[in-house]
């Protein structure tokens, strides 16, 4: 397996977002810690949390990942005052969710594309950043299935 000559990390061949067989389990540990990151606020750690499984998961299962790393740095651009790359994040993020709507490994994706996808309107709308810096940010919601 080839290896990134900068991180040392495998090369996986990049893929359009597609739902995996592993939806239906349970979430690994690492998932786990980045939502939990991810619903403290902890965006950045989120992000590197997140980071490090979604780099070396060759499953399809690895955009779920991505796409929940990437609505959170658009929430933590949105903490630092960056409309722009809220902008970008969130939309890079909601593609990366598409494909595991409704529920993924316990993962209410259909409730955090939703929220994502409001703010992603309202920032494009024109909402200013102290208004939605204002409102709480989504929540990811496990259910019991």
């Keep these: 397996m080839q290896r990134s000559p900068r991180t040392g990390l495998p090369l996986i061949k990049k893929t359009p977002p597609r739902r995996s067989t592993r939806c239906a389990g349970d979430p690994p540990e690492a998932l786990l810690a980045g939502i939990a990151q991810f619903n403290a606020g902890d965006f950045w750690h989120c992000h590197e949390t997140l980071e490090q499984v979604w780099r070396v998961e060759p499953d ?3 955009s779920l990942y991505q796409g929940i790393l990437l609505v959170g740095v658009g929430y933590y651009h949105l903490q630092r005052g960056s409309a722009r790359g809220a902008i970008a994040k969130l ?55």
């Design 60 to 62: 399809p299962i690895r």
């Design 91 to 145: 939309a890079q993020g909601l593609q990366c969710l598409e494909p595991f709507r409704p529920v993924c490994m316990r993962v209410d994706v259909e409730m955090l594309a939703a929220a994502a996808a409001t703010t992603l309107r309202q920032l494009r709308e024109g909402t200013t950043l102290a208004d939605l810096q204002g409102q709480a940010p989504p929540r990811i919601t496990l259910l019991r299935l």
